[in-house]
């Protein structure tokens, strides 16, 4: 082997190493941290997700071309925002590889005996003498420790003849680092999952209906394995005119067979083979209507039974009329709630049509129109219709995993740690003895301090 | 209303307690000092009644919920919250001196609040769940959490100075304050208690949209702006792991984090649209 090549390894080592270094690191994970925060906020300054021709009512052509090359109009799905997550997670990953040894190790790891070296190493600890054998201070010391400690300790006695007892607390705890840092991975899993094999869909069905398939947000249709029934639809008001409670009765059908029967409404939605439907909205289609031709002194001039989407002719006029659109609450341009009205596409025999609203309320509304004929609209029936939202999440189970582990991941990591202690006797001379006491916690120390201050307290007051 | 001369009277009271903790911080008598701390208990007890009062308002009026639903129900729940948690540090840590710093919060809060709208309306389906008022507590308890640690922040900084500077008048204020390195601990402590309350809140959240839109997350500004909040913590916690960034670089993101909560909170419904029931009322 050459020298060169030799020293080529070395560097190239020493490069792998250095990487290592970087991608396990603390500092690297704060710039990501502080650099995620920073980026997200472009993405609720600048509304995401809309149609590219939306944003040119906002910005300057040339802006929305840059915007929309640098992918801020989806910024959360953009390569760059990407790649901080992937870093994030590369990041984890190699954190939680080059630290699990150690943390298994101090798992593992039980000092029994307190001896002279380990002592040095220890933050709080205290000598006490006493005019008492060691068997007597022994018994004592157990019964002031044991009542704090709870479960079992070890005691050793070395070649000196010195007796070691040693409690601990919470050893398990120190697993809190896998708990809290394995969850974040398992939730960007369960993310990945579900954007990759889950879909998001949105259906209006009118009552009677029945569901076979839908349309995703993604454009891509659907075809469900089974059917789902909407029974009926049913929407309940405050007096205030709010909406209190919508709901809808499904039943899902499989094979021609009802399976299940639900009747959902908002925060409480139907499953059915991973796929779930939420009662999102609510709406009406006319499914009918009498539209009536007025001379201009009140008399009746025609009438044509209406059917929605259909060109009807009306008798005694030229005109045809066609129910297009529908609202329950038509808003008058002073804001006054004028009640139901039926979109009406007028087809005159030449020429072009024209759409009015015609508003059962108000039978002359339509004469502002001006002509020598105006149009009413009578006996509108309507169909309801529930709006549903349709999604299957294949991934949703690992997001909660992940979540519960990271609460409790959290939770163990600020408020429990591992507490050890351990108490030497050794006779000094006949009848004489001399304890050591010392202790050690992972975190929270002050509060572990204090706790060994009062135990040290009570050992003080053996003698008496 | 009955519950708003409650919570009139509460407003006044924790004005009462911002002067009298700033007479103590001025005069250090500590008879002021133990009056400022019973006056705050006093606007305390004062606002949990007007909390529990409104509450059974609004079943008296037929709606029935718990009033933590709107922006000044917030609000007055966020000063309730902040006026807890100092109440219980400053018994734990012996630190009346925060007061200062923390007794303005519930009062310029209350203020606030009592500029927005009061009236106890009916709740639209969606906000009709238990999900609801995990996500609002566990929420709140952090932004106040935060709000402590924030004081508590700007004070370790203004003492760090002192303490650079010791020969300049010994026995006068910043002699009176605890040193620094308690600040930096109480509030590590506090931010300790505030992220894991967030993350619950961020979790609740995310589970209560699922199960009324059918979508854990989907990046409305005030999720993201939580997230935001949260990274900057979780930034924060990680630097004082590595030794180099405790004391003035972690109490620079303390405050720059509760900066992103105050946006979070407020900014986001003032100045963003999103998904969330504050923005209209
Ligand atoms: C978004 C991702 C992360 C979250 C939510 C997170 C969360 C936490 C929490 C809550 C703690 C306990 C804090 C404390 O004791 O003060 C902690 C500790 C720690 N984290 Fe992270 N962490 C993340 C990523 C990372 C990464 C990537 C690394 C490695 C570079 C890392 C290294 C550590 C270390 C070394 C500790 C101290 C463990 C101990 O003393 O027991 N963390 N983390």
Same mark, same amino acid.
């Given at each position: 082997?050459?020298?060169?090549?030799?020293?080529?390894?070395?560097?190239?080592?020493?490069?792998?190493?250095?990487?290592?270094?970087?991608?396990?690191?603390?500092?690297?994970?704060?710039?990501?941290?502080?650099?995620?925060?920073?980026?997200?906020?472009?993405?609720?300054?600048?509304?995401?997700?809309?149609?590219?021709?939306?944003?040119?009512?906002?910005?300057?052509?040339?802006?929305?071309?840059?915007?929309?090359?640098?992918?801020?109009?989806?910024?959360?799905?953009?390569?760059?925002?990407?790649?901080?997550?992937?870093?994030?997670?590369?990041?984890?990953?190699?954190?939680?590889?080059?630290?699990?040894?150690?943390?298994?190790?101090?798992?593992?790891?039980?000092?029994?005996?307190?001896?002279?070296?380990?002592?040095?190493?220890?933050?709080?600890?205290?000598?006490?003498?006493?005019?008492?054998?060691?068997?007597?201070?022994?018994?004592?010391?157990?019964?002031?420790?044991?009542? !704090?400690?709870?479960?079992?300790?070890?005691?050793?006695?070395?070649?000196?003849?010195?007796?070691?007892?040693?409690? *601990?607390?919470?050893?398990?705890?120190?697993?809190?680092?896998?708990?809290?840092?394995?969850?974040?991975?398992?939730?960007?899993?369960?993310?990945?999952?579900?954007?990759?094999?889950?879909?998001?869909?949105?259906?209006?069905?009118?009552?009677?209906?029945?569901?076979?398939?839908?349309?995703?947000?993604?454009?891509?249709?659907?075809?469900?394995?089974?059917?789902?029934?909407?029974?009926?639809?049913?929407?309940?008001?405050?007096?205030?005119?709010?909406?209190?409670?919508?709901?809808?009765?499904?039943?899902?059908?499989?094979?021609?067979?009802?399976?299940? !029967?639900?009747?959902? !409404?908002?925060?409480?939605?139907?499953?059915? *083979?991973?796929?779930?439907?939420?009662?999102?909205?609510?709406?009406?289609?006319?499914?009918?209507?009498?539209?009536?031709?007025?001379?201009?002194?009140?008399?009746?001039?025609?009438?044509?039974?209406?059917?929605?989407? *259909?060109?009807?002719?009306?008798?005694?006029?030229?005109?045809?009329?066609?129910?297009?659109?529908?609202?329950?609450?038509?808003?008058?341009?002073?804001?006054?709630?004028?009640?139901?009205?039926?979109?009406?596409?007028?087809?005159?025999?030449?020429?072009?049509?024209?759409?009015?609203?015609?508003?059962?309320?108000?039978?002359?509304?339509?004469?502002?129109?001006?002509?020598?004929?105006?149009? !009413?609209?009578?006996?509108?029936?309507?169909?309801?219709?529930?709006?549903?939202?349709?999604?299957?999440?294949?991934? *949703?189970?690992?997001?909660?995993?992940?979540?519960?582990?990271?609460?409790?991941?959290?939770?163990?990591?600020?408020?429990?740690?591992?507490?050890?202690?351990?108490?030497?006797?050794?006779?000094?001379?006949?009848?004489?003895?001399?304890?050591?006491?010392?202790?050690?916690?992972?975190?929270?120390?002050?509060?572990?301090?204090?706790?060994?201050?009062?135990?040290?307290?009570?050992?003080?007051?053996?003698?008496? | 209303?009955?519950?708003?001369?409650?919570?009139?009277?509460?407003?006044?009271?924790?004005?009462?307690?911002?002067?009298?903790?700033?007479?103590?911080?001025?005069?250090?008598?500590?008879?002021?000092?133990?009056?400022?701390?019973?006056?705050?208990?006093?606007?305390?007890?004062?606002?949990?009644?007007?909390?529990?009062?409104?509450?059974?308002?609004?079943?008296?009026?037929?709606?029935?919920?718990?009033?933590?639903?709107?922006?000044?129900?917030?609000?007055?729940?966020?000063?309730?919250?902040?006026?807890?948690?100092?109440?219980?540090?400053?018994?734990?840590?012996?630190?009346?001196?925060?007061?200062?710093?923390?007794?303005?919060?519930?009062?310029?809060?209350?203020?606030?609040?009592?500029?927005?709208?009061?009236?106890?309306?009916?709740?639209?389906?969606?906000?009709?769940?238990?999900?609801?008022?995990?996500?609002?507590?566990?929420?709140?308890?952090?932004?106040?959490?935060?709000?402590?640690?924030?004081?508590?922040?700007?004070?370790?900084?203004?003492?760090?100075?002192?303490?650079?500077?010791?020969?300049?008048?010994?026995?006068?204020?910043?002699?009176?304050?605890?040193?620094?390195?308690?600040?930096?601990?109480?509030?590590?402590?506090?931010?300790?208690?505030?992220?894991?309350?967030?993350?619950?809140?961020?979790?609740?959240?995310?589970?209560?949209?699922?199960?009324?839109?059918?979508?854990?997350?989907?990046?409305?500004?005030?999720?993201?702006?939580?997230?935001?909040?949260?990274?900057?913590?979780?930034?924060?916690?990680?630097?004082?792991?590595?030794?180099?960034?405790?004391?003035?670089?972690?109490?620079?993101?303390?405050?720059?984090?509760?900066?992103?909560?105050?946006?979070?909170?407020?900014?986001?419904?003032?100045?963003?649209?999103?998904?969330?029931?504050?923005?209209?009322?």
């Amino acid at each position: 082997m050459s020298v060169t090549e030799e020293t080529g390894k070395k560097t190239k080592r020493s490069l792998t190493r250095t990487l290592w270094a970087f991608l396990s690191s603390l500092k690297l994970l704060v710039v990501l941290l502080l650099l995620l925060a920073a980026l997200s906020i472009a993405g609720t300054i600048i509304e995401q997700g809309l149609p590219l021709q939306q944003y040119y009512r906002y910005y300057k052509p040339l802006t929305v071309e840059i915007f929309n090359r640098l992918g801020l109009f989806d910024m959360y799905h953009s390569w760059w925002f990407v790649s901080c997550l992937v870093l994030l997670a590369v990041n984890l990953i190699a954190c939680t590889i080059s630290r699990y040894k150690g943390i298994l190790a101090g798992v593992k790891k039980k000092t029994l005996v307190l001896d002279e070296h380990f002592l040095r190493s220890l933050p709080f600890k205290e000598t006490i003498c006493y005019d008492l054998p060691p068997e007597k201070i022994r018994d004592a010391a157990l019964g002031i420790v044991s009542r !704090r400690f709870t479960g079992k300790h070890t005691e050793t006695v070395t070649a000196d003849g010195t007796r070691h007892l040693f409690f *601990e607390k919470a050893r398990y705890s120190r697993l809190s680092f896998f708990l809290t840092h394995l969850s974040i991975l398992i939730i960007f899993l369960g993310g990945i999952i579900g954007s990759f094999f889950g879909y998001r869909g949105y259906v209006n069905l009118l009552e009677g209906d029945t569901l076979q398939r839908l349309q995703t947000r993604s454009g891509k249709i659907r075809a469900l394995d089974f059917q789902v029934k909407c029974n009926a639809f049913d929407v309940e008001f405050y007096n205030t005119g709010e909406p209190k409670d919508y709901r809808s009765d499904l039943s899902v059908i499989k094979d021609g067979r009802e399976v299940i !029967r639900k009747t959902i !409404r908002v925060n409480d939605p139907l499953t059915f *083979e991973g796929i779930t439907f939420f009662q999102s909205s609510y709406g009406a289609l006319p499914e009918k209507a009498t539209i009536e031709a007025i001379n201009n002194d009140g008399s009746l001039r025609g009438t044509a039974i209406a059917f929605f989407g *259909e060109r009807t002719a009306v008798s005694g006029i030229p005109d045809a009329v066609e129910p297009a659109d529908y609202q329950e609450h038509f808003v008058l341009p002073n804001g006054m709630d004028a009640g139901p009205a039926l979109g009406v596409n007028i087809y005159p025999p030449e020429g072009r049509a024209r759409g009015v609203w015609l508003l059962q309320n108000y039978p002359r509304y339509d004469r502002m129109r001006g002509g020598d004929y105006f149009f !009413r609209v009578k006996n509108i029936v309507v169909r309801e219709y529930t709006g549903l939202q349709v999604s299957k999440d294949p991934g *949703e189970f690992l997001v909660w995993t992940g979540s519960i582990m990271l609460i409790l991941g959290i939770m163990m990591a600020f408020f429990i740690s591992h507490r050890q202690l351990w108490v030497s006797i050794k006779a000094t001379a006949e009848g004489k003895s001399e304890l050591t006491i010392a202790g050690k916690a992972n975190r929270n120390r002050d509060t572990y301090k204090r706790e060994i201050d009062a135990i040290i307290r009570l050992m003080k007051e053996i003698v008496r | 209303m009955s519950n708003s001369l409650l919570f009139n009277a509460c407003t006044l009271v924790y004005f009462l307690a911002m002067v009298l903790y700033i007479a103590y911080v001025s005069f250090r008598t500590q008879r002021v000092g133990r009056l400022a701390s019973w006056t705050l208990f006093a606007g305390f007890v004062i606002e949990t009644a007007a909390l529990g009062l409104r509450w059974y308002e609004s079943y008296e009026m037929g709606i029935g919920r718990i009033p933590l639903t709107n922006l000044y129900e917030s609000l007055v729940f966020f000063a309730w919250t902040v006026a807890i948690i100092y109440i219980l540090l400053e018994r734990k840590f012996r630190l009346r001196i925060m007061g200062a710093f923390v007794s303005p919060f519930p009062f310029i809060i209350m203020a606030y609040a009592s500029l927005t709208s009061k009236e106890i309306r009916p709740l639209i389906p969606a906000l009709q769940s238990n999900w609801l008022t995990y996500h609002v507590i566990t929420c709140f308890i952090g932004y106040a959490a935060f709000a402590v640690s924030f004081g508590l922040s700007i004070l370790y900084l203004m003492k760090v100075r002192s303490e650079q500077n010791p020969g300049r008048n010994p026995g006068g204020f910043w002699g009176f304050i605890p040193d620094s390195v308690t600040l930096d601990e109480v509030s590590y402590k506090t931010i300790a208690i505030g992220f894991p309350l967030l993350t619950i809140g961020i979790v609740t959240g995310a589970f209560w949209a699922n199960v009324a839109w059918g979508s854990y997350w989907s990046w409305d500004p005030k999720e993201t702006w939580s997230l935001i909040v949260w990274f900057i913590y979780a930034a924060y916690l990680h630097a004082r792991i590595t030794r180099g960034w405790m004391g003035k670089k972690a109490a620079v993101l303390s405050i720059v984090g509760f900066a992103a909560t105050l946006f979070c909170y407020l900014g986001v419904n003032l100045i963003l649209a999103g998904l969330h029931s504050y923005g209209s009322s």
